[in-house]
């Protein structure tokens, strides 16, 4: 099991940008894959984006071109970079980790993503 702690959520314009960081408490290496998942008001909670220890993503189809999945081991952390937002990327957006020998899955707190004008 680990701990995950997200950041960077917040309010920005249609057409802007934001950062969101995970970063792991506990031992890093253990985890493939990770990923970041989103859930907005009255919807199922739906995957954005994942990134495998090689290196490997995939994406959902609405955020292709605009969002970046990214890793970095040394700090322990997961980002993604979200361009382009528009109004229906408002939700609530979530670490996810799933260690590779137990296949157990731990969860973030959540940080809230609200795009609007």
């Known amino acids: 099991q680990v701990q995950l702690v997200e950041s960077g959520g917040g309010l920005v314009q249609p057409g802007g940008s934001l950062r969101l960081s995970c970063v792991v408490f506990?031992?890093?290496?253990?985890?493939?894959?990770m990923g970041w998942y989103r859930q907005a008001p009255g919807k199922e909670r739906e995957l954005v984006a994942r990134?495998?220890?090689?290196?490997?993503?995939n994406y959902a189809d609405s955020v292709k071109g605009r969002f970046t999945i990214s890793r970095d081991n040394a700090k322990n952390t997961m980002y993604l970079q979200m361009n382009s937002l528009k109004p229906e990327d408002t939700a609530v957006y979530y670490c996810?980790?799933?260690?590779?020998?137990?296949?157990?899955?731990?969860w973030g707190q959540g940080t809230q993503v609200t795009v609007s004008s």
């Open positions: 996810n980790a799933q260690n590779r020998f137990t296949l157990y899955a731990d």
């Open positions: 506990g031992n890093i290496f253990s985890i493939d894959p």
């Open positions: 990134i495998t220890s090689g290196g490997s993503t």
